[in-house]
DNA sequence: TTTGATTAATTAGCTAACTAATCGAAATGG
DNA sequence: CCATTTCGATTAGTTAGCTAATTAATCAAA
């Protein structure tokens, strides 16, 4: 059984940290022209070996399809990375990282990762690989609430 | 040490739960009329005994203090708070909950702990703990880090 | 083969957070 | 005792997420 109380320090704690560590992504690309979001694509992009399409990307970035459109534009205005429509399917785009995009992608993955070593030094590795599970799990679990949740509201409206 | 793809999941998994997290929570106090940071901030208004000024209640909160002028002004238009100036002091505005608004702090508590409590079921007593710690650990760090941040602006411009 | 449904990306508009700048009130130093 | 500084709340403007609706392309089926 959990706490009462435990349960509504881990709930509501979770927005104010999230938004602490994405401020404190943002300071650490200062002067990269990028921000944590745009950053943390970049970095995505360059880690996985294929050339995603956007709903993919959106897929692993865990954001929304039109979220990613508003992402994606800044990085192509700045010449980090391209749209290319797919030959196979004239509806999707394949996003490529340009040479100066996969420059940029380098440094920024090593400041966020410098800035996370800092965060988590010294923390019990256990500890970690539990929240990871927490979230894991959190996800999952509001994925399901997400589902009838909507469904609900199918059948009321 | 800390897994450095350990360290990469939690700090980016945060972002995701907590919006989901605040999905759900405004999706189960739909019909209520009340946003989930509203409604959470009703809830806080409830439980401290006291009447707090905004700027402690902005502290409680964990938002920055014209963050919670929209939240208050929509509580206000809702009936479901009262802004009084302090006697002691002309600047600070006294926070109360209207009767309406307890009977609603009471409504939202008990949907959100409902929620709460279906996220949260048959986890650990102890990964629950961890967690919740994790996030105090990382909230201290972060806002160490923000220090050294601004104090570095400064001293760069 | 043409029509209808589905899918990918986009646009438009909303919300809730933030910072920077402003205004009035209080506190403080000369 | 006045001038300056500080402090609390607000306003204005930015950002990043979201949903809903649109457009274009593909797929399926009559």
Redesign the interface.
């Known amino acids: ?4 109380e ?19 992504a943002d ?1 650490a690309l200062a002067g990269l022209d990028v921000s944590g979001s745009a950053g ?1 694509c970049l970095v995505h992009l360059d880690s996985v070996g294929a050339v995603p399409r956007q709903a993919e990307l959106a897929l692993l970035l ?2 929304s399809a039109p979220s990613l459109v508003r992402t994606l534009d800044q990085l192509q205005r700045a010449g980090w990375i391209e749209r290319t429509v797919d030959p196979d399917d004239g509806r999707s785009n394949r996003v490529t990282l340009t040479p100066a995009g996969k420059t940029m992608a380098g440094q920024i993955q090593a400041r966020l ?1 410098a ?7 010294g ?1 019990p ?1 256990e ?13 999952l ?3 399901e ?2 589902v009838t ?1 909507l469904s609900a509201q199918l059948g009321d409206g």
């Open positions: 059984m959990v706490d009462r435990a349960g509504r320090a881990l709930l509501h704690g979770l927005g104010p940290v999230a938004r602490g560590w994405r401020q404190a300071g943390w865990e954001v990762d800035l996370g070593d800092d965060l988590l030094a923390l590795a500890a970690v690989e539990i929240g990871v599970e927490l979230l894991q799990l959190l996800n679990r509001l994925a609430e997400r949740r």
